[in-house]
């Protein structure tokens, strides 16, 4: 299993999409063209890459689908695009409840491809109800595997849909260790960058549950490990968990100003690469005055009263921790 979980899933699903339109379609499937729908499918369904121009996200996907076929109006086109619209039912897009809605799912999809283009055979029924049932099989599994007793997030709504995530062990420790052996160990580089790969692992199924329920608003607000930029090969281990557009958009990382100067130019990299980051406001940004390098940063975020907001400039995106 790959630890991208939004990239594994989105491409599990577009694969299966992929094939399911093979089998149904026979030879008068048009790859080209599938993936032009695919493409803007998934920018709505799971990236919300598109603007908003219809209510909710049936009536937002059949827009920006409808242009497809406008542009490439023919029976193959229709064909496709009527797939498609049916696929909503297995990609929770659509009410759809496997038990009871299979058959009659099948044989409505039966009843498009003789339809459309006059394709009939009594096999393919049973063979597509085994194509269905693995796939609902295999996406139970995928969701299922994501559970552990061992840690949890703890996330606290500091503004707006935006939660602090903080990673939390229900692992029990000897009590011969006393709290601050516990502390110092768990706070040390190595266990600290590995507890990072978790959290963000963890979070990703968050979000991944998130744009399964068409839920694209809240924003994530982690603790960096400014350890790990020192480490190339282990830093990029932790960035490829998120690196998809769904969580590069949702997940920000927490650095102070001090740290942020310290390791400017690495940072400054990794921003231009898609990722987002939030200042912790501290005494060396007070010296410093550098109100401008604000806008690279997602969020401003307040620890203490004595960093006052009209001296940062009355910034909107300040959030108090």
């Not at 497809?68 to 498609?84: A, D, G, P, R, T």
């Not at 260790?177 to 706070?187: E, G, L, Q």
């Amino acid at each position: 299993m790959s630890k991208n979980v939004v990239k594994e899933y989105v491409d599990f699903t577009t694969d299966s999409f992929f094939m399911f339109s093979k089998k149904i379609m026979g030879k008068y499937f048009d790859k080209e063209l599938f993936l032009q729908y695919m493409d803007t499918y998934v920018s709505v369904r799971y990236y919300d890459q598109l603007d908003k121009v219809k209510s909710n996200l049936e009536a937002n996907l059949n827009y920006y689908l409808d242009q497809i076929y406008v542009k490439n109006k023919s029976v193959i086109s229709k064909f496709m695009l009527e797939l498609v619209k049916m696929y909503y039912y297995l990609d929770g897009v659509k009410k759809f409840d496997f038990n009871k809605d299979l058959k009659p799912y099948v044989d409505e999809i039966c009843e498009i491809r003789n339809e459309k283009v006059g394709i009939k055979d009594k096999e393919f029924a049973l063979d597509f109800k085994k194509l269905l049932s693995d796939m609902y099989d295999r996406r139970v599994k995928f969701i299922d595997s994501f559970d552990t007793n061992d840690f949890y997030l703890d996330m606290v709504d500091v503004k707006d849909n935006r939660y602090y995530v903080s990673i939390k062990t229900n692992v029990s420790i000897p009590r011969l260790y006393s709290t601050y052996a516990i502390n110092k160990v768990w706070n040390s580089d190595i266990i600290s960058e590995n507890t990072l790969n978790i959290e963000l692992f963890l979070l990703s199924q968050v979000i991944l549950r998130d744009i399964i329920d068409g839920k694209f608003s809240d924003n994530y607000l982690v603790d960096f490990k400014v350890s790990l930029l020192s480490k190339k090969e282990k830093l990029r281990r932790t960035i490829d968990i998120i690196r998809n557009d769904v969580c590069l958009g949702t997940i920000s990382f927490n650095i102070t100003y001090h740290d942020f100067v310290s390791n400017r130019d690495v940072i400054l990299n990794l921003i231009h690469s898609g990722i987002s980051f939030n200042v912790i406001v501290d005494d060396d940004f007070l010296k410093d005055k550098s109100y401008g390098m604000l806008d690279i940063f997602k969020y401003i975020i307040i620890t203490d009263s004595k960093y006052k907001v009209g001296r940062i400039g009355g910034k909107k995106n300040i959030v108090f921790m």
